[in-house]
């Protein structure tokens, strides 16, 4: 080549800027294969970044789209179940036309949907977030309503739709907390909520694409199985191997998951990246040749004397330090292009950069395909693909086995071939390293069956035995990662979304429900948004029908519930309970409402339960039950010494039969719960506690009860158990009403009006004074007198309302129930033993006081008639008690000169 004839611009021209530019550090804003953050001295807003599905190795030919379930679901209308992808829409931009420096590479804010977080509304969301003590857990706070909407937004025929409102989610607060972290620096727990977040989006992206698939398949009532007629193309052979074989479907499906990770990561250039060499390849050592043709000097410093693409390698000389500066940061972003299955673009910064040569490297995977030979047509079609791709991949291997070569160009060229290791050699992260297992694994698979087609070319016998013999399956790749020599990569495999990742590939539910169960009994607690997609991904298994560990998935549910009712969540407990088993669902919402002690939330927690279709009848009932059995303190007798005020414990029993009053249609459990309540609160001689739940039960409850029963076209009596709780509440309440009215009797009688004592009569005026406060004196205690006659005569007659208590007795119930309670009969039981003596002994004070001692003499005959046989529930030393008060009545009545009995003496 005449390098004195070449026309090009002379480098000459900018040398010191070139010599400026080399000495200092280019600030590079692209990240590293490993998915890492790129490093860039500022940032500048990218353009959204196009969202096509990244065109990668077969998938333009032959990776299938699967149509939305939802559509298929639709009676009538079937989607053909595969179609060709289109190319990737980035192919449309002219890098030759544009700006390629602001086209492609990363800024800190890639990997977003869009820049909308540096918008005015969004900052000063940010600045708000930033108040708060964890802005992190602030802004995603909201997640966990917005999911739970989502989920009962779509049905089951929807779920797809479901996954991508939850991917639409999950991407805000990622642009939020994006927003939040630029701008209050890298604070762990921010950052951490949305690597999670992220984690999450990408996690339900995988799940979409895998599931679609397998979805589909499962829909299909015939498996395309035609294989390939001898004759066809490469081109053909391949979309029927991807049409019948589920397994390299769903391998391309998670290298196209993980290209589009990798490309929501390089988003956009953000910085200016200058390479030097624009459209003239290699022109500073261009520049050099003709500079040493010119002067007919020799190279300080050797460098090749042909710029044939192969000249460095085949003469073993450097390029000029500038060239090589370039090609090294070239082939890391063109790896990192095609890392994110952005191949076209590749192409077109390998054209922009002047090595057009290199774009025709990249280009000879595209399979072979001539329309001409089975159309028929006149009118010839164009040609498709590399008929000599055999030549072409044997090349590629050859040349990423080629130690001297740059270790980023190596892989490209390793992931053009299906040469794992030279791939792995710049693969840093869990996804890399995934990503190139798969790569090569699907690429080994199509190349067997184009062999087996016999599609194949010759040349393919030149790749290593290796490379055709290797067995290559889903489960193989991820033993093949365990075993790791990177400690990052093995560090990586341990973090929960990626063993979930894994397990979805695997499509291994039981061994992912078993990772599930071990983290939820781990000593360290799952992230609350890890807790919640574990959940969502459960609900959504269940949705397509899927054979699940049922235990493991209450568990998971079990304990998303806890964390909402923990972080006070409480609308959204309701939904979430109703996906348990009828009974377990029953129990967990009984232990959320016992936390609810706002009266104002009450009603609306019993609205969302009817509204999730729980039994709110049992739940209720089992709040009640659960509160009253709290305290184990057994019936205790009253002669024992007791604390009688109400206690904290007390008050939540009664107020826990709030929850049997918001429905007209509980008061007959209303009845019996109250019932049970004020049963132990008398035992315990805690009267004013059983009055507060007695005052609980609305007055019109038994009529309401009665109704109700009558109401349903029943026409015999109130069922037993219905009946005995209206006649026990009654007993209840003319025992509260005796003792309030012995209260009032005993608060009069030991408050009678003083006497007044008379001042000394010196005076006419001391003496009338002294009259008239005698007077007022007789006044107010014929007044207290009357006041306590009446007193008795109420305490008297209430009592004896309890003592000769109608049909059977008090406390007794006057139907036989068919399942006995054996417990409230014992309690029953204990009660008239425990107050019917100290009604009496009550009664017989106040008799005795008012110096009725006949009346109470008669109280004897009540004690021992057989009618009501109260003596059965006297003890043996309360008999003593009441026959020595007797004994004392009969001796006043004796003093009195009446006989023991008090009636008059005969002469």
Same mark, same amino acid.
């Given at each position: 080549?005449?390098?004195?004839?070449?026309?090009?611009?002379?480098?000459?021209?900018?040398?010191?800027?070139?010599?400026?530019? @080399?000495?200092?550090?280019?600030?590079?804003?692209?990240?590293?294969?490993?998915?890492?953050?790129?490093?860039?001295?500022?940032?500048?807003?990218?353009?959204?970044?196009?969202?096509?599905?990244? @065109?990668?190795?077969?998938?333009?030919?032959?990776?299938?789209?699967?149509?939305?379930?939802?559509?298929?679901?639709?009676?009538?209308?079937?989607?053909?179940?595969?179609?060709?992808?289109?190319?990737?829409?980035?192919?449309?931009?002219?890098?030759?036309?544009?700006?390629?420096?602001?086209?492609?590479?990363?800024?800190?804010?890639?990997?977003? &949907?869009? *820049?909308?977080?540096?918008?005015?509304? @969004?900052?000063?969301?940010?600045?708000?977030?930033?108040? /708060?003590?964890?802005?992190?857990?602030?802004?995603?706070?909201?997640?966990?309503? &917005?999911?739970?909407?989502?989920?009962?937004?779509?049905?089951?025929?929807?779920?797809?739709?479901?996954?991508?409102?939850?991917?639409?989610?999950?991407?805000?607060?990622?642009?939020?907390?994006?927003?939040?972290?630029?701008?209050?620096?890298?604070?762990? !727990?921010?950052?951490?909520?949305?690597?999670?977040?992220?984690?999450?989006?990408?996690?339900w992206r995988l799940i979409a694409s895998l599931y679609r698939d397998r979805v589909q398949l499962a829909l299909e009532d015939d498996m395309m199985a035609d294989m390939a007629v001898p004759g066809e193309s490469e081109k053909v052979v391949v979309e029927q191997l991807f049409q019948r074989d589920a397994a390299i479907r769903q391998g391309q499906l998670v290298v196209d998951w993980l290209e589009s990770i990798a490309k929501d990561q390089i988003g956009?250039?953000?910085?200016?990246?200058?390479?030097?060499?624009?459209?003239?390849?290699?022109?500073?050592?261009?520049?050099?040749? !003709?500079?040493?043709?010119?002067?007919?000097?020799?190279?300080?410093?050797?460098?090749?004397?042909?710029?044939?693409?192969?000249?460095?390698?085949?003469?073993?000389?450097?390029? @000029?330090?500038?060239?090589?500066?370039?090609?090294?940061?070239?082939?890391?972003?063109?790896?990192?292009?095609?890392?994110?299955?952005? *191949?076209?673009?590749?192409?077109?910064?390998?054209?922009?950069?002047?090595?057009?040569?290199?774009?025709?490297?990249?280009?000879?995977?595209?399979?072979?395909?001539?329309?001409?030979?089975?159309?028929?047509?006149?009118?010839?079609?164009?040609?498709?693909?590399?008929?000599?791709?055999?030549?072409?991949?044997?090349?590629?291997?050859?040349?990423?086995? &080629? /130690?001297?070569?740059?270790?980023?160009?190596?892989?490209?060229?390793?992931?053009?071939?299906?040469?794992? #290791?030279?791939?792995?050699?710049?693969?840093?992260?869990?996804?890399?390293?995934?990503?190139?297992?798969?790569?090569?694994?699907?690429?080994?698979?199509? /190349?067997?069956?184009?062999?087996?087609?016999?599609?194949a070319h010759q040349e393919v016998e030149t790749l290593p035995r290796e490379y055709l013999e290797a067995n290559w399956t889903m489960e193989k790749v991820f033993e093949e990662l365990q075993a790791s020599e990177s400690k990052r990569v093995l560090d990586e495999t341990k973090e929960h979304y990626h063993i979930i990742q894994k397990f979805i590939i695997l499509e291994d539910l039981d061994g992912l429900l078993e990772e599930f169960s071990d983290w939820l009994t781990a000593s360290k607690p799952l992230p609350f948004h890890l807790l919640r997609f574990m959940t969502?991904?459960?609900?959504?298994?269940?949705?397509?029908?899927?054979?699940? !560990? &049922? /235990?493991?998935?209450?568990?998971?549910?079990?304990?998303?519930?806890?964390?909402?009712?923990?972080?006070?969540?409480?609308?959204?407990?309701?939904?979430?309970?109703?996906?348990?088993?009828a009974e377990l669902a029953t129990a967990q919402y009984a232990a959320f409402l016992e936390t609810v002690t706002q009266p104002e939330l009450r009603p609306q927690c019993l609205q969302l339960a009817r509204e999730a279709g729980l039994d709110v009848s049992a739940i209720t009932k089992l709040v009640v039950e659960t509160v009253r059995e709290h305290d184990e303190t057994e019936f205790t007798h009253h002669s024992q010494a007791l604390e009688t005020g109400t206690t904290k414990e007390d008050q939540k029993k009664i107020d826990v039969i709030d929850w049997l009053l918001f429905d007209p249609a509980h008061r007959a459990e209303a009845l019996k719960q109250s019932n049970a309540i004020m049963r132990k609160f008398l035992a315990l001689q805690k009267h004013d506690a059983a009055k507060a739940v007695f005052s609980k039960v609305p007055e019109d409850s038994m009529r309401e009860i009665y109704s109700q029963w009558t109401g349903v076209g029943q026409t015999t009596p109130l069922p037993a158990e219905g009946e005995n709780a209206v006649r026990e509440h009654l007993c209840i309440r003319a025992y509260l009403e005796a003792h309030e009215a012995f209260t009032d009797w005993f608060s009069h009688s030991s408050s009678p009006p003083q006497k007044p004592v008379p001042a000394p009569e010196v005076k006419f005026t001391e003496r009338v004074a002294n009259e008239m406060k005698e007077k007022e004196y007789q006044d107010a205690l014929n007044v207290w007198s009357c006041r306590l006659d009446n007193l008795t005569e109420d305490v008297k007659e209430r009592i004896y309302n309890v003592l000769l208590f109608v049909d059977g007795g008090w406390m007794v119930d006057d139907r036989q129930e068919l399942e006995e309670d054996a417990e409230r009969s014992h309690q029953m039981a204990a009660l008239r033993s425990l107050c019917l003596p100290r009604l009496t002994f009550l009664l017989l004070s106040v008799l005795q006081s008012s110096s009725r001692?006949?009346?109470?003499? #008669?109280?004897?005959?009540?004690?021992?008639?057989?009618?009501?046989?109260?003596?059965?529930?006297?003890?043996?030393?309360?008999?003593?008690?009441?026959?020595?008060?007797? #004994?004392?009545?009969?001796?006043?009545?004796?003093?009195?000169?009446?006989?023991?009995?008090?009636?008059?003496?005969?002469?």
């Open positions: 080549m005449d390098w004195g004839q070449n026309e090009l611009p002379s480098p000459v021209v900018r040398e010191e800027e070139v010599t400026v530019a @080399a000495r200092r550090r280019k600030k590079v804003a692209f990240p590293s294969p490993s998915g890492g953050s790129p490093i860039a001295s500022a940032a500048t807003p990218a353009r959204p970044h196009l969202i096509n599905t990244p @065109a990668s190795l077969f998938r333009q030919a032959v990776t299938p789209r699967v149509p939305a379930t939802s559509s298929l679901l639709v009676p009538g209308g079937r989607t053909p179940r595969f179609m060709h992808t289109p190319r990737n829409a980035l192919s449309s931009l002219n890098l030759d036309d544009s700006d390629w420096t602001n086209s492609f590479y990363t800024s800190p804010v890639s990997g977003l &949907e869009n *820049t909308s977080f540096f918008k005015d509304d @969004a900052a000063n969301l940010s600045s708000a977030l930033l108040k /708060e003590d964890d802005p992190g857990d602030a802004a995603a706070a909201s997640l966990f309503p &917005e999911f739970l909407a989502s989920f009962l937004k779509h049905s089951s025929s929807a779920v797809f739709d479901l996954l991508e409102d939850y991917q639409s989610l999950c991407q805000e607060k990622v642009n939020v907390l994006q927003s939040v972290v630029l701008r209050a620096g890298q604070n762990s !727990k921010t950052a951490g909520v949305r690597w999670l977040l992220q984690q999450e989006n990408c996690t956009e250039f953000s910085d200016n990246i200058e390479y030097y060499a624009k459209n003239v390849c290699w022109e500073n050592t261009l520049h050099a040749l !003709k500079m040493r043709r010119k002067s007919g000097g020799a190279f300080t410093v050797p460098l090749v004397t042909e710029l044939d693409p192969d000249a460095p390698l085949r003469q073993q000389r450097p390029l @000029a330090d500038l060239d090589r500066e370039d090609d090294a940061r070239l082939l890391k972003n063109l790896f990192s292009l095609i890392r994110a299955g952005m *191949t076209e673009e590749a192409q077109r910064l390998c054209k922009r950069c002047g090595q057009a040569w290199r774009a025709a490297t990249l280009e000879g995977w595209k399979l072979y395909h001539d329309p001409n030979m089975t159309s028929g047509g006149l009118e010839l079609q164009p040609v498709e693909g590399n008929p000599q791709r055999g030549v072409w991949k044997a090349c590629c291997w050859r040349l990423a086995e &080629e /130690e001297q070569l740059n270790r980023y160009e190596r892989a490209i060229y390793a992931s053009l071939s299906g040469n794992l #290791r030279p791939l792995l050699a710049v693969c840093e992260s869990w996804e890399d390293c995934v990503w190139a297992y798969f790569r090569v694994m699907v690429d080994s698979l199509v /190349e067997k069956d184009l062999l087996s087609s016999g599609m969502h991904l459960v609900l959504f298994f269940r949705s397509l029908g899927l054979a699940l !560990k &049922e /235990e493991v998935c209450v568990d998971v549910l079990k304990a998303y519930v806890s964390l909402l009712i923990r972080d006070q969540h409480n609308d959204l407990v309701a939904s979430y309970v109703g996906q348990l088993p001692h006949q009346e109470a003499l #008669r109280l004897a005959d009540i004690i021992s008639s057989d009618q009501h046989r109260l003596y059965q529930v006297f003890s043996k030393e309360e008999l003593r008690r009441f026959l020595q008060k007797l #004994r004392e009545s009969s001796l006043a009545l004796l003093d009195r000169g009446l006989d023991p009995l008090g009636y008059e003496l005969k002469s």
